[in-house]
């Protein structure tokens, strides 16, 4: 069974940063593409970042240039770097396993002004 698990959400001041890290189980990480999205009340999920199975990256232009995507194969885990974190970043945090349909279960980002 294929389980995705994040971690590293919380609160953190406006300016500040966070890594978020998803850990992946019961599939073979390394050959799929991983992706970052968010959810804010009240609002659709959003794309943030993905990276394939040989480190080509892409960005949602919200992001570009203060989140960085990366993986660890022999880790079977994705990270998320935030820096410069806005009020506007507040949301729930969620990787995707892309060309499957799993997703982790979310991780809490709250910024404070």
């Known amino acids: 069974q294929v389980q995705l698990v994040e971690s590293g959400g919380g609160l953190v001041q406006s300016g500040g940063s966070l890594r978020l890290s998803c850990a992946v189980s019961?599939?073979?990480?390394?050959?799929?593409?991983m992706g970052w999205y968010r959810q804010a009340p009240g609002k659709e999920r959003e794309f943030l970042a993905d990276?394939?199975?040989?480190?080509?990256?892409n960005y949602a232009d919200s992001v570009k240039g203060r989140f960085t995507i990366s993986r660890d194969n022999a880790k079977s885990t994705v990270y998320l770097q935030m820096n410069s974190l806005k009020p506007e970043d507040t949301a729930v945090y969620y990787c995707?396993?892309?060309?499957?349909?799993?997703w982790g279960q979310g991780t809490q980002v709250t910024v404070s002004s």
């Open positions: 990276i394939t199975s040989v480190g080509s990256t």
């Open positions: 019961g599939s073979i990480f390394r050959l799929n593409a």
């Open positions: 995707r396993l892309h060309g499957s349909p799993y």
